[in-house]
């Protein structure tokens, strides 16, 4: 007996893949706009990479956009992560390979996946003297990679109904569409918690001495855990023991479940966790967080 292959559907997952080209063309603005105001030529080069990564994004959203509501199979979820992680890695590369770094395609997509999945290698020596527009792209990509499966669930939210925000699906009795503005608040909340502590950490390191471009390119990686720095000794550059324990306490943060944080805020903070026998709903929402911490790892 034959068994009937079934072709999977590709274009709602190129057209999710064009929103996030989109958002990473946004972003790599952001270096160009540091190299202007430094004089450095190589804001022509995030410029460029950013008009590419725009009008591909573009042309793939455009082009691609579902008819109406649609739902993403199991298998094209499994096509969406894989293929945003390739498609998405390999423009975000642009800005290193034709940098004044001269990095090979092979070094320019180590250094790309490396800030991305937040792993904190790099390939670059010689950081002390590199473009302030390439530190700040090497800070955005790990800050990008921390959050990046919350502001992938929102970019997607308001077309598909699921993806990425199954992560975030409470348990609840009511299974009609009301579940999904609770969700869609989750991510929110969860995104501008991530952007506050970052915004924390930026100030708590600048008041303890470092320059307010160092601040600003050390949090993304601290609060996102994944480790880049600015120089060649990376923390160890400064010698202070006081920004060490700053890094540290903002790691532990970064590290914390973030559903936790959400939690705490939308049930009058401890009590929560306290959870008392005759307090039913506390000790539900209680099980519920650490589940969804559990499975999400956020």
């Known amino acids: 007996m034959r068994h009937k292959t079934v072709g999977i559907d590709g274009r709602p997952v190129c057209h999710l893949i064009g929103v996030l080209l989109l958002v990473l063309a946004g972003a790599m603005l952001l270096p160009a706009v540091v190299d ?25 959203t455009v082009a691609y956009r579902p008819a109406g509501a649609a739902t993403l199979s199991t ?36 250094e790309t996946m490396s800030g991305l999945t937040t792993t904190g290698s790099t390939v670059i020596v010689g950081l002390d003297r590199a473009p302030p527009g390439i530190l700040l792209w090497r ?19 308001p077309d598909l109904r699921i993806g990425g925000m199954q992560l975030f699906r409470m348990e609840s009795s009511d299974k009609t569409d009301k579940v999904m503005p609770r969700v869609s608040q989750m991510a929110s909340m969860i995104i501008v918690i991530y952007v506050l502590l970052n915004m924390a950490c930026a ?25 880049f720095s600015t120089y060649d000794e990376s923390v160890g550059h400064f010698h202070s023991p006081l920004i060490e ?10 590290a914390t479940t973030f559903t936790l944080y959400v939690a705490l805020l939308r049930h009058k903070g401890w009590r929560l966790l306290r959870g008392g026998a005759g307090d039913v709903g506390m000790g539900n929402a209680r ?11 956020l």
């Open 36 to 60: 202007v105001m430094s004089d450095h030529n190589d804001w022509r080069v995030f410029f460029a990479s950013a008009g590419v990564t725009g009008v591909a994004g573009g042309v793939m």
């Open 203 to 227: 100030l708590a390191l600048w008041a303890s001495g470092m320059n307010w471009f160092d601040a600003i390119t050390h949090a993304p990686p601290v609060v996102s855990t994944g480790g």
């Open 139 to 157: 800070s955005l990509l790990q800050g990008l990679g921390g959050i990046g499966i919350i502001v992938m669930a929102v970019a997607v939210l």
């Open 245 to 254: 324990w700053i890094l540290v306490a903002f790691m532990m943060l970064g």
């Open 75 to 110: 298998r094209q979820a499994f096509l969406l992560t894989t293929g945003s992680w390739v498609v998405v890695c390999l423009f975000a590369s642009l800005p290193f390979l034709f940098s004044s770094l001269d990095m090979s395609l092979a070094d320019a997509y180590f």
């Open 287 to 297: 099980d519920r967080l650490w589940r969804c911490g559990a499975a999400g790892g």
